[in-house]
């Protein structure tokens, strides 16, 4: 158990749809990382917080955004939802002082139909 | 645009061989290389990680072998064990220590037979 929760595990919806995708990060962790993973891409890294804060962003859709609560859980909201969003997205912590590692959680698999 | 290419994309080992998986980056102003392995159903989780300033690094059976001048680093499994079947990222980052993101390559699906 890495210590990162995500919810919820598994989602099914229709395009044109909006989600919400929910990471507690690890307790005492600042830092949190969004990836979407999909079968031909791998890990794609979407946006980065660090203490409420967006730090860096990476290849995230336009339709897609996220925040960073003052209790330091996030949310990854995707919004007109395509089949091509079908994916296992995961959160991602990272510890202070910074040793590089990142601890996931278990992800999210999202299903557009 | 891939920062790190991986491959091969899938592997096949007997129990007892050695797994081998390749890493390739352009980027030089990377310092940090984890390689994530990651189970089914899971999440990845750091299996071992190297910086630059040391050409390889061992954690009992796994040896990060590190080439900096050709910008290449790889995965050694050695005495291969079913337990191992999983699927195994190599990553890279720079000025990790400032918390920048972790750059994936596609991933190896590794197969120990038994």
């Known amino acids: 158990d890495s210590g990162v929760t995500q919810t919820p595990k598994h989602l099914i919806t229709a395009t044109g749809q909006r989600v919400t995708l929910r990471c507690s990060p690890r307790?005492?962790?600042?830092?949190v990382y969004w990836y979407q993973q999909s079968l031909d891409q791998g890990l794609q890294f979407l946006i980065q917080?660090?203490?409420?804060?967006?730090?860096a962003k990476g290849n995230i859709l336009e339709r897609f955004s996220a925040q960073q609560f003052p209790d330091l859980h996030s949310e990854l909201n995707l919004s007109s939802l395509e089949l091509g969003d079908s994916a296992l997205y995961f959160c991602?912590?990272?510890?202070?002082?910074?040793?590089?590692?990142?601890?996931f959680g278990e992800g999210s698999r999202l299903t557009v139909l | 645009q891939q920062q790190v290419k991986q491959s091969p994309q899938s592997l096949i080992v007997q129990k007892g061989g050695i797994s081998i998986i390749n890493c390739a980056y352009e980027?030089?102003?990377?310092?940090?290389f984890p390689w994530y392995q990651q189970f089914p159903g899971k999440g990845p989780a750091l299996l071992i990680a190297?910086?630059?300033?040391?050409s390889e690094k061992k954690e009992g059976r796994f040896t990060i072998s590190f080439n900096k001048s050709a910008k290449q680093f790889s995965l050694h499994i050695m005495d291969s064990q079913p337990g191992d079947s999983a699927t195994y990222f190599c990553?890279?980052?720079?000025?990790?220590?400032?918390?920048?993101?972790?750059?994936f390559g596609k991933g190896t699906s590794l197969l120990v037979t038994p």
């Open positions: 991602a912590s990272r510890p202070y002082p910074n040793t590089g590692e990142l601890f």
């Open positions: 190297i910086r630059p300033d040391v």
């Open positions: 917080y660090y203490n409420g804060e967006e730090r």
């Open positions: 990553a890279a980052s720079k000025n990790s220590n400032s918390g920048y993101a972790l750059n």
């Open positions: 307790s005492g962790d600042l830092s």
């Open positions: 980027n030089t102003a990377f310092d940090y």
